[in-house]
């Protein structure tokens, strides 16, 4: 059995997980609209990994005879009048997510709950990673986004990217 407090933050971690997919397809579509494909199959592969993040929160969950409450997901909300703006969302939610994935954290550690620690130790690194990718694509914007053919070249590297499944089983 697992801490009751640790259980309700991994069964919101599992919607949160499916409304970072659902925020990175939306930005996705709004590459798509701009005519922009390798920043949207970058987001679309982005909204994939998201969904695997959820999928191995409700593994978890069930590896320890939990219950998974799966909730309402919420609407995508942000408005992008850029082809920065869902660059820096992107980047600010990935901070939110590495928090919350530090709170889930630290409730276990409270409890001696090592397993989920161990657990959740890919999550942490995975955002570590995710971050950087995040900060990366901001910083290789302001370089060269605001030139077409850097733009155009920028946009070939990022459709170059390919889905490969989460390094983690359970
Ligand atoms: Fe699943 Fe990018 O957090």
Same mark, same amino acid.
């Given at each position: 059995m697992l801490d009751k407090k640790v259980v309700e933050l991994l069964n919101t971690q599992v919607n949160k997980e499916?409304?970072?997919?659902y925020l990175y397809l939306d930005i996705a579509n709004y590459y798509t609209e701009q005519g922009l494909d390798g920043f949207a199959n970058w987001y679309n592969i982005q909204a994939q990994e998201e969904r695997d993040h959820a999928l191995l929160f409700i593994k978890y969950l069930q590896n320890n005879d939990e219950?998974?409450?799966?909730?309402?997901?919420?609407?995508?909300?942000?408005?992008?009048d850029t082809n920065m703006a869902?660059? #820096?969302?992107?980047?600010?939610?990935? #901070?939110?997510?590495?928090?919350?994935?530090?709170?889930?954290?630290? #409730?276990?550690?409270?409890?001696?709950?090592?397993?989920?620690? #161990?657990?959740l130790d890919w999550f942490v690194k995975e955002q570590g990673e995710e971050e950087t990718n995040a900060k990366n694509l901001i910083t290789?914007?302001?370089?060269?986004?605001?030139?077409?053919?850097?733009?155009?070249?920028?946009?070939n590297e990022l459709g170059a990217r390919v889905y490969s499944a989460p390094s983690l089983v359970l």
């Amino acid at each position: 059995m697992l801490d009751k407090k640790v259980v309700e933050l991994l069964n919101t971690q599992v919607n949160k997980e499916f409304y970072s997919a659902y925020l990175y397809l939306d930005i996705a579509n709004y590459y798509t609209e701009q005519g922009l494909d390798g920043f949207a199959n970058w987001y679309n592969i982005q909204a994939q990994e998201e969904r695997d993040h959820a999928l191995l929160f409700i593994k978890y969950l069930q590896n320890n005879d939990e219950k998974v409450t799966l909730d309402a997901i919420a609407k995508p909300d942000k408005a992008f009048d850029t082809n920065m703006a869902p660059l #820096q969302v992107g980047y600010e939610h990935e #901070q939110y997510v590495t928090g919350l994935i530090h709170a889930i954290y630290d #409730q276990a550690y409270s409890v001696k709950d090592f397993r989920t620690m #161990q657990f959740l130790d890919w999550f942490v690194k995975e955002q570590g990673e995710e971050e950087t990718n995040a900060k990366n694509l901001i910083t290789k914007m302001e370089l060269f986004g605001s030139d077409a053919k850097g733009l155009y070249m920028l946009d070939n590297e990022l459709g170059a990217r390919v889905y490969s499944a989460p390094s983690l089983v359970l």
